[in-house]
């Protein structure tokens, strides 16, 4: 069926034959999945009476944050996107984070099997409705070598990558995810193999996002930081998190 275009409050909506048909009668009827408002080159859901973008921040304690009041990017972000009118829900099963919305799913130490565990046996995607994914994961997989097998090699962590990208757009085929490479690695903390590993890990990304499909995007969030970003090696420092969220913003604008 073929969807036409009707403007109502500012808002273009794009709405299916029968919906144009309906709205007369339901204007509650926008609610439907064939309703979306267009704010002001993207997509977002009309979700209980009021138009939203859900975006679920997703990864490890990078994203959850190693200061818990800070809240990782997550808390500048929340402040660059709602400072535009971007009508913003973080959405996640977690909080963290003394700011006005503070939903997340990062997870500490987890590596790429978790979080595809989350997404295809925990149906994060379901249950919270995301429209965009922010994901960072990868760095547990370089950092600990967790694998018994592979131990910290980034060509199979990339390969983990390629089920759980495939998995997202299982669950959530019409969710874009701008996925983010992993911040640097102190050389002082794991050793020049580990720091090496980050770079080969990062290169590979591209790649795997391009034969993702047209719903995933590569975000350099590496190149945006140092060592002197992080707090222990590892997690970035609060002013680390705040270049990660500038990097996030444009991003998330671009959609």
């Not at 959530?172 to 720091?195: E, H, M, Y």
């Not at 420092?237 to 959609?255: F, M, Q, R, S």
């Amino acid at each position: 069926v073929g969807k036409s275009r009707v403007s109502i409050g500012g808002c273009s909506y794009r709405l299916f034959a029968m919906e144009l048909a309906m709205i007369s009668h339901r204007r509650d009827f926008l609610l439907g999945l064939g309703s979306f408002c267009t704010f002001p080159n993207k997509v977002f859901a009309f979700n209980h009476g009021r138009f939203v973008v859900n975006i679920m921040p997703l990864g490890d304690s990078i994203t959850a944050g190693q200061n818990d009041s800070y809240g990782s990017y997550r808390r500048l972000l929340y402040s660059l996107l709602t400072s535009v009118n971007l009508p913003l829900n973080f959405v996640g099963e977690l909080q963290s984070g003394d700011f006005p919305d503070p939903d997340h799913e990062g997870l500490s130490g987890y590596v790429i099997d978790g979080i595809w565990g989350q997404v295809d046996r925990a149906f994060i995607i379901e249950r919270f409705s995301p429209n965009i994914i922010l994901l960072i994961i990868g760095t547990n997989n370089i950092w600990h070598g967790i694998d018994p097998t592979h131990g910290e090699d980034p060509s199979y962590s990339l390969s983990t990558m390629v089920f759980l990208l495939d998995s997202i757009s299982t669950h959530g085929p019409n969710v874009k995810t701008l996925v983010g490479s992993i911040p640097p690695i102190d050389v002082s903390v794991a050793g020049s193999t580990v720091s090496a590993n980050v770079d080969v890990f990062n290169a590979g990304l591209p790649s795997v996002i391009a034969d993702a499909g047209a719903n995933f995007s590569f975000v350099d969030i590496n190149a945006g930081l140092t060592t002197s970003d992080l707090v222990d090696g590892v997690h970035p420092t609060d002013a680390g998190n705040d270049k990660i969220a500038n990097i996030w913003a444009p991003a998330i604008l671009a959609l």
